[in-house]
């Protein structure tokens, strides 16, 4: 029988079977990813033979480290300097496409199994290490991977490790990101957790005074009138708060607050909360938003982002499609720039009151995307070349994480359990 995948990000599962001693060798430089540059005819002949294997090794570490100095990705934080990505050189895979198609059936078919595997924390549809399409199964941990019983294979469809951590929502703020030597963002310096003069922008701190701080994704608009919009755990407290409940900018961790009498501080409040989707807190449930809306105008809420953003977002939303180049305006990390790594992506997610299960989610990397403090932003494409008239169209909400990957609720099933759209370009 294949035994289960233990590969660290990744890696497609294998059927070597090597001796405990074999095993920690390879086990080793797996995690660097040395052995995906392999074949598996080469793997076996490179622990087979001692007297070349440590030569195979040192191959194979220089291949590696010239294929992570000349990615166009890289496992690293991107930042404003970063977002002058070359041209896409893989193939962007929407929800159409006949084989993530495929993978997303067995995917669907086989969640609640794997689901139950003990550290799994989720499956999506994504690509694996060697660029096909496959069923992700994500982990908490190295050890959790070795624990779960995950096949290499399910109904003829590859299946990947993929080590997340555990994923939580990323309502809590931390100390926003500041310029480094290399930011080459000279218009303006901005911290997007201060206070903003009327009429503010999005991508700045915003919050429920109960809560610590988040993020104005965008003004949206019903027809009428135009609401900031941003998650429930950002705006309604986990489903704790209440209608016409005030809504501050900054958030109340960044100084944002309501007056010793129960009023508020003049010029905080940018809306009082209008509606929001209850969050079900269950391992079972089929949550697919995580969002809220605050009754603004157009005097106390902008469209665009502060000056160092990417601008006013698009009307016109866009698909989440696999290797599809995204960016976001957040209140912790600023202006960061990803790829979507997976779609249709099940996910338990950890709240102060407890887990919920979200279902067709995005998955957005490299880890640096996003942190606590980010939980409302929205995601938008990047465009350029055949796909400039993409650039800046939503695609997600932003609401949850870990260390390595961002999730995202879809931007159209948001924008349609509220009647409203984009109020943008």
């Known amino acids: ?34 052995f995906s540059l392999m074949t598996s005819s080469e793997r076996k002949w490179a622990m087979r033979n001692p007297i070349t294997r440590y030569a195979t090794y040192s191959f194979s570490l220089m291949t590696f480290l010239l294929t992570l100095l000349f990615s166009a990705g890289g496992a690293m934080a991107l930042g404003p300097e970063n977002l002058d990505l070359p041209e896409q050189a893989t193939v962007v895979f929407d929800q159409n496409h006949p084989a993530i198609k495929a993978v997303m059936a067995v995917q669907n078919r086989h969640t609640e199994k794997l689901m139950g595997e003990p550290g799994v924390v989720g499956t999506a549809t994504g690509l694996s290490a060697h660029g096909q399409p496959a069923v992700l199964v994500l982990v908490e941990s190295f050890h959790s991977a070795r624990a779960a019983h995950i096949p290499a294979v399910l109904d003829g469809q590859p299946v990947a490790v ?11 703020g931390g100390i926003p990101a500041t310029p480094g030597e290399d930011d080459t963002s000279t218009v303006c310096d901005v911290d997007p957790a201060a206070p903003f003069d009327r009429a503010v922008p999005i991508g700045v701190s915003t919050g429920h005074p109960a809560i610590t701080a988040g ?22 407290d986990e489903n704790l708060a209440s209608y016409n409940d005030e809504i501050l900018q ?10 010793p009498n129960g009023t508020l501080i003049d010029g905080d409040e940018i ?3 209008h509606d929001f989707e209850e969050i079900v807190f269950s391992a079972s ?7 809220a809306l605050a009754e603004s105008a157009q005097d106390l809420l902008s469209n ?16 989440p499609r696999v290797n599809l180049k995204v960016k976001k305006y957040g209140r912790t990390t600023g202006l960061t720039s990803g ?27 490299p880890g640096g995307f996003s942190a606590g403090g980010d939980s409302g932003s929205l995601v938008v494409a990047v465009g350029k070349g055949r796909t400039k008239a993409d650039e800046r169209k939503p695609v997600g909400l932003l609401f949850a994480g870990s260390t390595t990957i961002t999730v995202a609720n879809p931007i159209d099933a948001v924008l349609d359990r509220f009647g409203v759209t984009i109020d943008g370009e």
């Open 1 to 34: 029988m294949l035994t289960p995948s233990h590969h660290e990000g990744e890696q497609q599962a294998t059927d070597l079977q090597f001796e405990d001693g074999r095993a920690s060798e390879r086990g080793t430089f797996e995690k660097l990813g040395f």
């Open 162 to 172: 993929k080590i997340t951590g555990k994923i939580t929502a990323l309502k809590k």
């Open 215 to 236: 993020t104005i994704g965008a003004r949206v608009t019903d027809g009428t009138n135009v609401y900031a919009l941003s998650n429930n755990h950002v705006y309604a």
């Open 250 to 259: 900054p958030g109340a961790f960044d100084g944002g607050s309501i007056g």
């Open 271 to 273: 809306g009082t909360l």
């Open 285 to 291: 449930a089929g949550n697919i938003i995580d969002a």
């Open 304 to 319: 665009n982002t502060p000056c160092d953003g990417y601008g006013t977002p698009k009307s016109s939303t866009l698909a």
């Open 339 to 365: 790829i979507i790594t997976a779609i249709n992506a099940t996910v338990n997610v950890g709240y102060d009151s407890g887990t919920a299960r979200f279902v067709n989610q995005i998955i957005i990397e």
